[in-house]
């Protein structure tokens, strides 16, 4: 059973509009949420992460939103740049289980100039 | 800080050989992890090392594979009797009992 789920495999944006990545979790003992962004031959690199006792955190161009009772997250990239084409992964996970981390399967988000 | 690092950055083996797999956290990180990716999906967690004790292994983590991390320092992921399902990109994390992990360029495996 995939716990944390990315039901967009790719996303296409104009440069300068806003991206929005979606993501969604069956576990509620999760209490600490975080994306990473992957260019191909690299490790997935931290952008961002929120703890379940808030509803949002914003650093700079990126925003994530929890809705706890939904079960759901959501990036917000504004403006997009062409820079920002990658491979977005969200992941979970609980204080109890090590901090290991679950992942999504990924968005592809894909910049236009 | 000069990052997680992992060696070799790419390994091609044969089917049935072993393969080792080295990954050298960030200096001072007391906790290492290991993951795997296969193409398409998102990184899988194999086990994690505070210091130098071994915490949790996931079930993914069959008898073929074993991990140490002698003296809490550098980590060693070995692959014993390797088969062509394990061909994927192995990642290597370090933290340091904060929540959030940075990840090493990983180590890309196909067994032929």
């Known amino acids: 059973d995939q716990q944390v789920k990315q039901n967009s495999p790719s996303l296409s944006v104009q440069e300068g509009r806003i991206s929005i990545l979606n993501c969604d979790y069956t576990?509620?003992?999760?209490?600490?949420f975080l994306w990473y962004k992957k260019y191909p031959a690299e490790g997935p690199t931290f952008l961002i992460s929120?703890?379940?006792?808030?509803d949002k955190n914003e650093d700079g161009r990126f925003t994530v939103f929890l809705n706890k009772s939904a079960k759901h997250l959501s990036l917000h990239i504004v403006p997009s740049q062409p820079g920002d084409s990658a491979v977005y992964f969200c992941?979970?996970?609980?204080?109890?289980?090590?901090?290991?981390?679950?992942f999504g399967g990924g968005t592809r988000l894909m910049v236009k100039p | 800080d000069t990052g997680v690092s992992q060696n070799p950055r790419h390994k091609i083996t044969k089917r049935g050989q072993n393969v080792t797999f080295r990954c050298d956290p960030i200096?001072?990180?007391?906790?290492l992890y290991w993951y795997r990716q296969t193409l398409g999906q998102g990184p899988e967690f194999l086990t994690y090392?505070?210091?130098?004790?071994?915490?949790?292994k996931s079930r993914l983590l069959s008898d073929r594979f074993s991990a140490e991390r002698p003296k809490g320092s550098f980590s060693t992921l070995e692959i014993q009797r390797t088969e062509q399902g394990d061909s994927a990109m192995y990642l290597c994390?370090?933290?340091?009992?904060?929540?959030?992990?940075?990840f090493g360029p990983g180590t890309r495996l196909t067994v032929l």
């Open positions: 994390a370090s933290s340091l009992g904060s929540r959030q992990q940075f």
């Open positions: 576990n509620s003992m999760f209490d600490y």
């Open positions: 929120i703890s379940s006792i808030k």
């Open positions: 992941a979970a996970s609980e204080h109890n289980a090590g901090n290991m981390l679950t």
């Open positions: 200096s001072e990180h007391n906790r």
């Open positions: 090392f505070q210091n130098e004790a071994q915490l949790e």
